[in-house]
């Protein structure tokens, strides 16, 4: 089914020519190639989450041999269905008003109220805030006033959507940072694999299939501003309902810094790339090459090449932050970790960045 969703949808985009054209500079494919699969996993998986709810609530799933877990988020009394189906509703609603900016262009502000408009009202109807952040300065759990802890969660769900969508440069690598994600939220949930991690995989899979190009460059797409900007809203949420733990299911077990290593490579990357458009007083939506995926496909790489670099470095990260989740390493030195990763990661751009500028320097006085 997913299948033929994705190829109705990519006809449709195709005929109507709502495709993302090359201009050689940022966009260096080969040719126009439809931007349908954001909406095409938005139908996916809306169907697909919502199938697995009624198997579940009408306890149909030993007729199709799938087994839920008896205790743990992906259980039927722990699995917070209500306040998913208003994430499911608000994802939706954000795809939909980036899929029009996608096609259209609007205003840089007309899409971040958006994101700012839907983890409001994801605070109020589906009761998700960021309150404790845990011992990371050692000793007691840092819980933070109800007011800042409002302004903390949007500050949070709103960069971490964007910095989904920021790490979606090269074929592959969103959905491998996407799945790489998925696996950090059932490894720290310790909940197994559920239906809502099923329905996911299966949105997923058709997409990643044809954008890697293994059904053909004839059936290739590109998942679009609006499907990476509602995955990654999708994802953040999911990971501030597991750690704050509404249900009181997780207290001892799920920290927030957990979270962090499961979404390493995106986070870091959004932190350099927000920087340097700092230092260079640009706004930080806008257009440029200083991705992690730019360089090394700067430096001469093919796009497998790059890939392959980007996934190995993306899964190191996470894998280590996994190594300490399971040693149980206080949170206060997981934190200083990730942060002394960002800091070797700035030096080494900025060494980099140094060193092709010498290079550039030589040849041009020869």
């Given amino acids: 089914m997913g ?20 201009d050689g500079i940022k966009k260096r494919h080969e040719s126009a190639v439809p931007i349908s699969g954001g909406l095409s996993f938005g139908i996916c998986f809306a169907i697909f989450f919502s199938c697995s709810f009624l198997l579940s609530f009408f306890n149909l799933t030993p007729y199709f041999n799938i087994q839920i877990p008896a205790e743990g988020f992906g259980s039927l009394e722990s699995f917070p269905y209500v306040s998913f189906f208003w994430l499911l509703f608000l994802s939706l609603v954000l795809l939909m008003i980036c899929l029009i900016d996608d096609l259209i262009t609007l205003p840089v502000w007309v899409r971040l109220f958006a ?7 994801m605070i109020q109807l589906g009761d998700m805030n960021l309150i404790n952040l845990g011992a990371i300065f050692g000793g007691n759990d840092l819980v933070l006033p109800s007011y800042f802890a409002f302004l903390f969660t949007i500050f949070c769900v709103v960069g971490i959507t964007n910095a989904f969508n920021w790490i979606d440069g090269i074929d592959g690598f969103f959905s491998f940072q996407v799945l790489l994600a998925l696996v950090g939220l059932i490894i720290i949930g310790r909940g197994g694999f559920t239906l809502a991690h099923l329905s996911l995989l299966a949105a997923l899979l058709p997409y990643s299939i044809m954008n890697l190009g293994l059904l053909g460059k004839k059936f290739k797409v590109f998942i679009g501003d609006h499907g990476a900007m509602m995955i990654g809203f999708f994802l953040a949420c999911s990971f501030i309902f597991l750690t704050q733990d509404p249900l009181n299911i997780y207290e001892q077990t799920v920290r927030p810094v957990e979270a962090l290593w499961c979404v390493g490579l995106v986070l870091l990357n959004a932190l350099r790339v927000i920087w340097k458009r700092f230092i260079k007083k640009l706004s930080i939506f806008s257009s440029d090459r200083e991705h992690i995926h730019h360089y090394f496909l700067d430096q001469g790489f093919s796009n497998h090449q790059t890939l392959l670099i980007v996934c190995f470095i993306s899964f190191s990260i996470s894998a280590f932050g996994f190594l300490l989740f399971f040693l149980n390493t206080p949170e206060w030195l997981s934190l200083l970790i990730f942060l002394s990763i960002l800091l070797i990661w700035s030096w080494i751009g900025k060494f980099s960045n140094q060193k092709t500028k010498i290079q550039e320097s030589l040849q041009s006085s020869k």
């Fill in 3 to 22: 299948f033929i969703i994705h190829l109705l949808v990519r006809h449709f985009f195709k005929k109507r020519n709502f495709v993302d054209i090359p």
């Fill in 115 to 121: 994101q700012v408009s839907c983890t409001i009202l």
